[in-house]
């Protein structure tokens, strides 16, 4: 790369852009960066055999990213796998939060409901185990760049296994592509970090299912993967498991829907959980660990049996990912009172290590509650009603897996179709603006050119105690970097919107 050279490179369409897309294409369905096509794009049951894949949207060059920010987010990643481990221990802290939240969200009220039903039972399971990923923009303040926290994730942290796979394919065209442009890149300019995303992530749910054991009732174990019906994004998933099953740990998954039919609790006392394999239900394996890809919204749960379902995980013995209570720790309510006065107070109950507590203080970002009685509740009724103030912030209720939010100028729309007793259900965040970034994505074929912003998951690996608070491991796991159009205000790749990319540290 010579020095001036802007980067990434805007390249013309021509031979040389064709180029590289093909060779993206190539690549990607050769490795497994790939998506299941949508309905829209092959028509309605035109895939009734299964067997059609379609390339992953990806940035043609992995976007410039800065190195400080970037280690930064590596480095707190085990502070914040601590921080959610230690409040999804403290059920008096998040019943409280869904108290103020569940007048306006029966979603939460529910999932709170189950668990108190199983702590009647009495839960037979201490080991807690999460795959989380911490969500981050670049804030400029000055000649200053900070990351600020946009969500915390506690269930169903996607994208691990595409995201080391994208980071490969922006490795690999680095030394066989880039230094082929009109404008080469020569090899070994850009700095590309591994990125171990998938094989970490599988290395938590593998401490998961050795802290679980042999099996008591002479069955062997496995880890069941909890999945949607239909689901699109498989590959990510895949790859978690190729991983575990190069390490002899038999894998299944099995849609959400169908866990009634073929799960067992065993009539023992530690009702383990036992898995009877669809096509010889005779044969069982006890599920040492239950890794849910799904259940995380209330689109999952369409009739009572769905509970039902969930139910049934959270009373047995299995070891799930994540607990209930872990679930609810991921509230955005949870970040709001963390980042609200007097927020490093209750920060520090939960990480009473100063220098820790204020690493991830630094992360935070204005967030306010819109309750009607304090202070900040009601400062933050006037921003989100207000026609010029509102444009700062988004408005986020209690929900995952994108899609969710209102942006600017729909608050206030928003805040009028709900009786204002409820508004305490959504939080209000100040949006993040990062600087600008060129790159081209590639998606479904076709590339759009123009600028981007960059947001930066790191993902960690925590397995804890539920009773005693011991941490039995704590990792941080990998990255993932999501880039989308600069006029798009979601960035979910499942949803539609944004697209994978992988860093080049400046
Ligand atoms: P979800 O749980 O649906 O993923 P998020 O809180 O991650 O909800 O918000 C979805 C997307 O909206 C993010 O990926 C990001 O692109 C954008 N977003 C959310 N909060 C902010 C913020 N404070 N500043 C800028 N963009 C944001
Ligand atoms: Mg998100």
Redesign the pocket.
Known sequence: MTSNAPYPPALDAGLETERLSQTIKDWSIANGLAVRPPPALVGQNQDPEGILAINAPVTLFPSPFPKSCFEEAKAIQTNYNELYARISQDEEFLGRLVQEVAGGDDFIAKLWEIHLKVKEEGYVQNLSLGLFRS?Y?VHQDGDHLQI?Q??F?TIASSFGGLSAQTSLLHQHLSKTEYPLLTTPIPPNTLNLPPNTSAHSLAAGLRAAYEAYGPSILNHPTCILFIVQDGERNIFDQRHLEYSLQQSSIPVFRLPFSQLLTHTTLSPTPLRQLLYHLPHNPSQIFEVAVTYLRAGYGPNDYPTPSSWLARRRIETSNTIPCPTILTQLAGM?KVQQVLATPPGPSTLAKFIPDEEKSSALWRTF?NIYPLDSSSPAGREARRLATDPKECLKY?M?PQ???????F?KGAIPEQLKKVPEEHWNSFIL?????PPAVQNTILRQGKLEQGGV?C?LGVYGTCLWDQKTGQVKHNEEAGYLL?T?GDQ?????VAAG??CMDSVALV
């Open positions: 969500d923009m600020k946009v969500e994730n955005k970002t988004v986020k929900r995952e897996g994108g899609g969710n939010n942006y965040m100040e949006l993040i603006t912003i947001e999501r989308k798009s205000e979601e960035g979910g919107f944004g």
